[in-house]
């Protein structure tokens, strides 16, 4: 017999939606069903939050310094070719100044300078002279026998620069280095560095 007062509809919908609260029997039951509902959806549907964002990184995300990346390096970081992301090298927009690319030049050579023996703080005093005061504690804490020894064999190229900052590569016999330097009162300094291929 079909339900043809508003009140018998009300009784049918409140019998329904009540029947959950009804007992604890009946809510963890509910529970559960909305649950496995819930899962079996998550595992039935595509899952496309990597898909567009890994294809296509942004530009902020690419250029995030990483700074102290060798610090946690097991065995020679910089031999080490899987180690680190490869970075796309752009066009430059405008040179470095060259007091720029000569601090960019004796970092790279004082961080590829490591004696045999020398001690992490003796390592990274060498490097003081052309490194910021945030970047300093973590080149403290390297291991310098993580670094190999090398040479620098090209001169430093501009990837991009303005008039308080600068990105540039430096290409070793083991890895390009793309260093942040940036200008102080003191000159030119290097604020991060990472590898760039």
Same mark, same amino acid.
């Given at each position: 017999?079909?339900?043809?007062?508003?009140?018998?509809?009300?009784?049918?919908?409140?019998?329904?939606?009540?029947?959950?609260v009804?007992?604890? =029997?009946?809510?963890?039951?509910?529970?559960? %069903?909305?649950?496995?509902?819930?899962?079996?959806?998550?595992?039935?549907?595509p899952?496309?939050?990597?898909?567009?964002?890994?294809?296509? $990184?942004?530009?902020?995300?690419?250029?995030?310094?990483? /700074?102290?990346?060798?610090?946690?390096?097991?065995?020679?970081?910089?031999a080490?070719?899987?180690?680190?992301?490869?970075?796309?090298?752009?066009? *430059?927009?405008?040179? +470095?100044p060259?007091?720029?690319?000569? +601090?960019?030049?004796?970092?790279?050579?004082?961080?590829?300078?490591? $004696? =045999?023996g020398?001690? *992490?703080?003796?390592? /990274?005093?060498?490097?003081? $002279?052309?490194?910021?005061?945030?970047?300093? *504690?973590?080149?403290q804490?390297?291991?310098? /026998?993580?670094v $190999?020894a090398?040479?620098?064999?090209e001169?430093?190229?501009? %990837?991009s620069?303005? +008039?308080?900052? /600068?990105e540039?590569?430096?290409p070793?016999?083991?890895? %390009?280095?793309?260093?942040l330097?940036v200008?102080t009162? +003191?000159?030119?300094? %290097?604020?991060?560095?990472?590898?760039?291929?």
């Open positions: 017999m079909p339900i043809r007062t508003h009140r018998g509809r009300t009784a049918v919908y409140r019998r329904f939606w009540g029947w959950p009804r007992s604890p =029997k009946h809510l963890a039951g509910t529970v559960l %069903v909305l649950l496995t509902i819930g899962v079996g959806l998550g595992h039935a549907l899952d496309n939050r990597g898909g567009a964002s890994s294809a296509a $990184p942004s530009i902020s995300a690419e250029r995030k310094p990483r /700074a102290g990346s060798f610090a946690q390096a097991p065995r020679s970081a910089l080490d070719p899987g180690l680190g992301r490869q970075l796309a090298v752009p066009s *430059p927009s405008a040179p +470095a060259a007091a720029a690319l000569t +601090a960019a030049r004796s970092w790279v050579n004082g961080f590829l300078t490591v $004696p =045999k020398i001690t *992490p703080a003796r390592w /990274a005093e060498q490097l003081r $002279p052309y490194t910021t005061d945030d970047l300093f *504690p973590e080149l804490s390297i291991n310098p /026998a993580n $190999p090398g040479q620098i064999i001169a430093p190229r501009t %990837v620069a303005g +008039a308080s900052s /600068a540039v590569d430096v070793t016999t083991a890895v %390009v280095l793309r260093l330097l200008s009162p +003191a000159g030119w300094r %290097v604020a991060s560095y990472e590898r760039a291929g």
